[in-house]
Each structure stands twice: as structure tokens, then as C-alpha cells.
């Protein structure tokens, strides 16, 4: 049973639906719990030495196991602004995508991902298992299409934006349907919610709505560029933070798509309007963005850079939005025989505040803690994989992330809310 096709359709899908969140500089398996399930079954069929991953046929089914084995060191887990905490971990994390269907009629798909800890040296490292689930469906027709998918994450880990080690959980569900007008165009209309929940009290959780209309133009036979306009509400879940909930607008500029044999681009970069419930606060607007490329002009080495703005309520001050920006560089080529991988990237992210804390007091500059700050982030990692003839993979990866925080403030501020942290992995894993 061929699958590759289909692996790489469900694959466009998850860039396509799944946001970036956050500027964290893990390792390359961090966001699937240390797994590349659909990935790595995107060369179910071709028979080349790199992935090459096992699957069970069941009829109309595919199943594709794996399972990875971790050790990870890490010289600041609580991103304290000195004398970190350091920890290291052992983990195992299995993972199954599940496939039905075939790309050219209309198909299902789950991915399930866990992370078990078997040793943590720094006791107060949360121990309890991660969980992670995807699940998508599409449904064609002659010139319509309707795709639908859900997540699923629960995990505690550091979250370099919030400076401080968090257990999270994220809901999404989202749904589009696009209409081919004719051999140029088409329509689309595009929904998400989802719900931000965070175990500390301190953390303000929240619900994102979003919808949007899409027209899409042929660029070249592989490619369409889009226009799209949408309105969205960002609702915090307790009524005394309301100063966080607001309506927002946005319109921006697309591409999805090969544009030439050798670059491929996916996204779109656009301008949102806020307005906020509270009387308060005055309007806001700025820059979005979420756009990744990637090229392999060398043949050996690919080369990808991903663009992300956002705004967002800052989960840690009611009447504070955070404005998230950031840029990725990477680079991943075949290192002296085809079975053997190096990878690298580089980011520079950035995080600005606007707005006042709940209750603060206009006149008074020293009640206005967030309003204005602005914390400054990049970091790097590199990493090397070596594939066995078994189905069997080893990996080690180092990643280092800096937080200059309070960019602008007094230097007492300043240290108490920078941070640096690195981390090394390795990684044994089966059939992924």
C-alpha cells in the first residue's frame, strides 16, 4: 500500500493549521514529544536510506509505530536569571500515527505522542507524563474540498516567553473549506478556536476564536497566492480579568505552494486591529505574520526560514497584551554519507508589551510595570543524526537560548528578568 503522497498532504496540513507558539530553541523533536511520525512516513515507499520507517498495512489502514529513548541534560530548568538549576532527565516517549484513506479521495489521520519520565535528579521537575494528539480529516469533491483537524497538548516544560518552567495544556480545533471558481481561483473560508490553560494561578487562561475568508490566484502551475481578511476574539475564562478580552481584525497577503522547482513557501504576513471591551483602554494595532520557506539549492543541504508575529494577552498581566515577534534560520544536509544528518538554526525573537496591568493607576508611571517593556531573545542549536540499516536512529543535540529582558529599564530590573539556559540531548529511537 502506497502512502507517501498521502503522508505529505497530512504533513502541508499540520504547517498549514498548526501555529508557532513561543521562541523556544529545543531540539527538533520537541513540539511531537521528541517524535517525527509524519515526517519520517513521508518516505514510507521510496526506499531511501534516511528514515525509511517500518508500518503495518490493516486493510484501508496504516499503522506507524515508534518509540524514542532520551537522556537530556538541561543547566537551567527553571530559567532562573542566576545560579540556574541544573536537571537530567531520562524519558521514554512511544508515539503511533494511524492513516486511513488515500490523498486523491477523501482520508483520516491520528497522531498520538507521549513522553514517560523514568529519572528526574532536580526533585521539584514535574514527573507526570506529556501527552500529545493531532487528528485530521479531508473530504473532497470535484471542485470542493473540506479538511477539519484537532489538537491536543499537555506538558510542563520551560517556556522561554514567560521566563519560568510552566504546565500547560492547549486545545485547538479548527475547519476549512475552499471552492475552485475556476482553473485560476477559488474561495476559502477558514475557522479556529482554542483554549490556553495553565495549572499555576498566576497564569491567565484563555480562549482565541478566529475566522476567515480566503481568495486564491494561480502564481505558477504549483503555486497560489491569497488575500484574506478575518475577526477573532481573544477571552480570558475568569470575568476579573476582562481587561484582556477583546475583538480583533486582520488582513494580509498569502502564498502557499512551489513557486519555483527549488522554493517552496507557505503563509502569510498581514496588519491586526484590537479593540478592547474595556473603556479604558484605547485601540492597538500591529504586524502579524506566519510564513515559512524553504529551498534546496545545493542539492545536499536544505535551507528554511520562519516568520512569526503575533499578538496576544499577556497570560502573566491582566490589560497587557504581549507582541510576539520572531525569525528562524535553519539548515539540515547529509554530513559525509547519505545515513548521516547534521542540522542547525538560529533565532532572534523578540517581546513587547503594551497596555496597562488590571486596576493601575494612570497617573502613577511606577503602577505601570509592563506597559512598554520590551525582553529581547535568540539562541541557536545544533544537532547530528545517524540512521542505522535497523530502522534505528541516534541523535545529539545542543541548544542554547539568552533572554535580554526589560530591555530599556534600570540594570536591577534587567537581571532579574534575563535568563540563559542550554540544553543536550540524546536520542536512541525505533521505526519513526
Same mark, same amino acid.
Given at each position: 500500500? +502506497? ?104 482520508? =483520516? ?16 521537575v514535574n514527573d507526570r507524563p506529556s501527552h500529545m494528539l493531532?487528528?485530521?480529516? =479531508? ?15 499537555? &506538558? ?32 476559502? /473560508? ?26 486564491? +490566484? ?8 491569497? =488575500? ?16 484582556? &478580552? ?18 517552496? &513557501? ?8 484590537? /479593540? ?21 539549492p545545493f542539492g545536499l543541504t536544505t535551507l528554511s526560514a520562519? /516568520? ?75 544537532? =547530528? ?11 545529539l543535540a545542543y541548544s542554547y537560548t539568552r533572554r535580554e ?5 534600570? &540594570? ?21
Amino acid at each position: 500500500m +502506497r502512502l507517501s503522497a498521502s503522508i505529505r498532504t497530512l504533513l502541508a496540513l499540520a504547517v498549514l493549521s498548526t501555529p508557532s507558539i513561543g521562541f523556544a530553541i529545543g531540539d527538533s523533536f520537541s513540539d511531537g514529544f521528541y517524535t517525527r511520525g509524519v515526517e519520517a512516513a513521508s518516505y514510507i515507499d521510496q526506499g531511501g536510506a534516511i528514515y525509511d520507517p517500518f508500518y503495518l498495512p490493516v486493510q484501508s489502514w496504516s499503522l506507524l509505530p515508534r518509540v524514542s529513548l532520551t537522556v537530556t541534560h538541561e543547566d537551567n530548568v527553571f530559567l532562573e536569571p542566576e545560579d540556574g538549576t541544573a536537571n537530567t532527565s531520562v524519558a521514554l516517549v512511544p508515539g503511533l500515527l494511524a492513516v486511513w484513506g488515500r490523498p486523491a479521495n477523501n482520508h =483520516v489521520y491520528a497522531d498520538y505522542g507521549a513522553r514517560f519520565s523514568l529519572y528526574e535528579s532536580e526533585g521539584e521537575v514535574n514527573d507526570r507524563p506529556s501527552h500529545m494528539l493531532r487528528l485530521g480529516a =479531508v473530504y473532497r469533491t470535484g471542485k470542493s474540498q473540506i479538511q477539519a483537524q484537532a489538537g491536543f497538548r499537555h &506538558a510542563e516544560e520551560a517556556d522561554e516567553v514567560l521566563g519560568a518552567r510552566v504546565t500547560k495544556r492547549n486545545y485547538s480545533l479548527g475547519l476549512g473549506a475552499e471552492h475552485r471558481l475556476n482553473g485560476k481561483s477559488s474561495l476559502g /473560508l477558514q475557522g479556529n478556536v482554542e483554549r490556553h490553560e495553565y495549572d499555576a494561578e498566576r497564569y491567565i487562561d484563555y480562549d482565541r476564536i478566529y475566522g476567515a475568508g480566503r481568495y486564491y +490566484r494561480r502564481l505558477t502551475p504549483k503555486s497560489q497566492g491569497f =488575500v484574506q481578511g478575518g475577526i477573532g476574539r481573544d477571552e480570558p475564562h475568569r470575568s476579573e480579568y476582562s481587561a484582556s &478580552a477583546a475583538d480583533f481584525y486582520d488582513v494580509s497577503l498569502g502564498v502557499r505552494g512551489k513557486q519555483t522547482p527549488k522554493i517552496g &513557501a507557505v503563509g502569510r504576513v498581514g496588519y491586526m486591529w484590537r /479593540l478592547y471591551d474595556d473603556e479604558h483602554r484605547g485601540d492597538y494595532e500591529n504586524w502579524v505574520a506566519s510564513l515559512r520557506a524553504s529551498s534546496s539549492p545545493f542539492g545536499l543541504t536544505t535551507l528554511s526560514a520562519e /516568520l512569526y508575529a503575533d499578538i496576544t494577552p499577556a497570560v502573566d498581566a491582566d490589560g497587557v497584551d504581549a507582541v510576539n515577534r520572531g525569525l528562524t534560520l535553519k539548515a539540515n544536509r547529509r554530513l559525509f554519507f547519505e545515513r548521516l544528518r547534521g542540522s542547525g538554526s538560529f533565532t532572534l525573537g523578540q517581546t513587547e508589551y503594551v497596555g496597562l496591568s488590571s486596576g493601575a493607576d494612570d497617573d502613577a508611571g511606577t503602577t505601570k510595570p509592563r506597559d512598554g517593556r520590551t525582553d529581547d531573545y535568540w539562541g541557536f542549536s545544533l544537532g =547530528v543524526d545517524w540512521w542505522t540499516k535497523k530502522n534505528v536512529s541516534v541523535g545529539l543535540a545542543y541548544s542554547y537560548t539568552r533572554r535580554e529582558g526589560s530591555r530599556g529599564d534600570d &540594570a536591577e530590573t534587567r537581571r532579574a528578568t534575563s535568563y540563559e539556559s542550554g540544553r543536550w540531548t540524546l536520542r536512541v529511537s525505533w521505526n519513526y
